[in-house]
Every structure is written in structure tokens, then in C-alpha cells.
């Protein structure tokens, strides 16, 4: 009785129609067509949108909204690539996001932005500045006080005197520009 073995190439040819099948058989069943892929709209894409859309006003929303995409939901990855000179990949004609709707929660960190005080008011030296020609006087070199509270006051005062350098400094570049 012959023996048989088996060979180098028959294991080859084994494997790979072993490989083949189970590679047919783990192949996901879609119901839709592949020459119309779905697109992943996540209701904070808009949001996410709107972000990089203000940051970067050059780029087109359908783009920033295709890297959001392949970038699986990261705008700080996205801006890091903008800001790295990195030119962002062109969405295929396939991909049309719903870009009309605004999301809600947009419009509010605008409203708060603009709610802010100036430093004037927020510091209370709006009496200062009304005191025109007032320059605060500097008290030669002086040392880091061991009293915590004296160092706060020390801190403020100098704060203030800053905030109050820097809005004369400001008021002399406007007397001295060209009013248009």
C-alpha cells in the first residue's frame, strides 16, 4: 500500500481556500447598494461644523464636515491638521450632509461671548479711569511680603495698574490715528 502526503504547494492551496472562505463568510450583508454609501450624521456634526467653520471661515462646511466623517467625530485632530499647513481631503460627490439646520446649542456660547465686561467693569475701575490724568506711582523696588493678604493687595494693585496702563496707552493710539 502507498502512502501518501502531503506536500508543500497542497498545503499552500489549503490554506488559501481556507482563507478565502472564511473571509466570504464573515462579509457583512448590506441592504443598501455599494455605489450609494451612508453617511453617519451625528446630531452634534453640526455643532462640530459650526466650530471649525468659525475657526477656519477658508474651508468649505461640506469639507470640514467629510473630515469630521473620516476623522471619526475629532475637530481637534482636524484644526491641528489646518494649522499644521495640511490641506484637507476632497468629499466624494457621494457625501452630502444635511448642513442647512443649525444646531441650537451654537447660537448661545455667542450670546455669552458678548455678555462679558471689559476689564473696566469687571475690576470696578471705571472711578479710576473717570480720574483723568491720574498715573499710579511706583513705589521703587519692592519685595515679596511673607502676609498672604498684603500679596493680594500688592497683586491687584498691580493689576489694576496694568488694566489702567494699557487702556491710556490705547486711548493715546486713538487720539493720535487719523479719524476716518
Known amino acids: ?5 502531503l506536500n508543500i504547494p497542497q498545503i499552500l492551496a489549503f490554506l ?3 482563507y478565502l472562505t472564511i473571509r466570504w463568510l464573515r462579509k457583512p450583508s448590506s441592504s443598501t447598494p455599494a455605489s ?5 450624521q451625528t446630531p452634534d456634526l453640526m455643532a462640530r461644523v459650526d466650530d471649525l467653520s468659525a475657526m477656519f471661515p477658508q474651508h468649505d462646511r461640506r469639507t470640514l464636515a467629510w473630515a469630521i466623517q473620516q476623522n ?8 491641528e491638521r489646518i ?15 444635511n448642513l442647512t439646520e443649525r444646531a441650537p ?16 467693569t469687571r475690576y470696578n475701575l471705571k472711578a479710576k479711569v473717570d480720574a483723568a490724568g491720574e498715573v499710579p506711582s511706583e513705589e521703587g523696588t519692592k519685595k515679596w511680603s ?3 493678604e498684603e500679596r493680594k493687595k500688592s ?5 489694576e495698574e496694568m488694566i489702567l496702563a494699557a487702556r491710556r496707552r490705547l486711548v493715546q493710539q486713538d487720539q493720535g490715528s487719523p479719524s476716518a
Open 1 to 5: 500500500m502507498a502512502e501518501q502526503t
Open 146 to 148: 511673607q502676609d498672604k
Open 16 to 18: 488559501l481556500i481556507a
Open 36 to 40: 450609494a454609501p451612508q453617511y453617519r
Open 105 to 120: 446649542t451654537t447660537t448661545q456660547p455667542a450670546a455669552q461671548k458678548s455678555a462679558k465686561p471689559d476689564l473696566i
Open 83 to 97: 494649522l499644521a499647513g495640511h490641506t484637507l481631503e476632497r468629499p466624494p460627490p457621494t457625501f452630502l450632509p
Open 155 to 159: 497683586l491687584a494693585k498691580r493689576r
Open 72 to 79: 471619526r467625530g475629532g475637530p481637534a485632530a482636524i484644526a
